[in-house]
């Protein structure tokens, strides 16, 4: 079983930045993808950023491109959702998942979620 813990979340307004981080602890396995989902009010859940284990490959969803990071450091088990310039769309509960293997796009491809962390943006 894995567990995960976010935090950095907060009240930050227009144009401002937060750092978002992901530790995971208790079954540990190589190679998983570590990825961030947000889910603003009335609206599904997606994909943000996701990362491999090597750090090899990213990915950023269209609307962060240029203005959020993904990152991790394996020698804590950690990964981060360094975001800049911030807009009221960003807003949400931010959710830092894994999974193994290839990196994958979908929910239901990452079986173990963190409790998530709220980002709310004012304008």
């Known amino acids: 079983q894995v567990q995960l813990v976010e935090s950095g979340g907060g009240l930050v307004q227009t144009g401002g930045s937060l750092r978002l981080s992901c530790a995971a602890s208790g079954s540990t396995f190589s190679n998983y993808v570590m990825g961030w989902f947000r889910q603003a009010p009335g609206k599904e859940r997606e994909l943000v950023a996701a990362i491999t284990w090597s750090g090899d490959f990213t990915y950023h969803a269209n609307s962060v491109k240029g203005r959020c990071t993904i990152s991790r450091d394996n020698a804590k088990n950690t990964v981060y959702l360094q975001m800049n310039t911030l807009k009221p769309e960003d807003t949400g509960v931010y959710y830092c998942?894994?999974?193994?293997?290839?990196?994958?796009?979908?929910?239901?491809?990452?079986?173990?979620w963190g409790q998530g962390s709220q980002v709310t943006v004012s304008s």
């Open positions: 998942a894994v999974r193994s293997s290839y990196l994958a796009y979908r929910t239901n491809d990452y079986p173990y």
